[in-house]
């Protein structure tokens, strides 16, 4: 089964849109990851697949997916996740605690707001 499927083996629709085709560990590569989680960074129009457990933190889910969408990014607390269009205050927390399940979208975004030009 791969890391984009689910525990019934079908895959999640949403874990299949715009997405680069590799798929994030946040959990050592050794550990099953039951849940596959989308997480997308407005500023880099792009979206990765992140492999988790329900008790990974947002803040390790948030570092991994960083380090790749946004590798140029120094100072991981200038950017917030929002989870069901509501701020994640407490990234220390779970996933599951959090509010995330399965197939979950995560949203990263500067705190620090941009003028257009």
Do not use: I, Y
Not at 20 to 26: E, Y
């Amino acid at each position: 089964m791969s890391d984009s499927q689910n525990s019934a083996g079908r895959s999640h629709f949403v874990n299949q849109l715009r997405v680069r085709p590799d798929v994030l560990r946040a959990v050592p590569s050794e550990a099953a990851a039951p849940w596959t989680l989308r997480v997308q960074a407005a500023e880099a129009w792009d979206a990765v697949r992140v492999a988790c457990t329900p008790d990974t933190s947002v803040r390790d889910v948030k570092r991994v997916a960083m380090g790749n969408l946004l590798p140029d990014v120094a100072e991981l607390d200038a950017w917030m996740v929002k989870l069901h269009g509501a701020e994640v205050a407490n990234e220390a927390v779970s996933l599951r605690t959090a509010g995330a399940r399965d197939a979950s979208t995560l949203f990263l975004m500067s705190r620090r707001r941009r003028p257009l030009k």
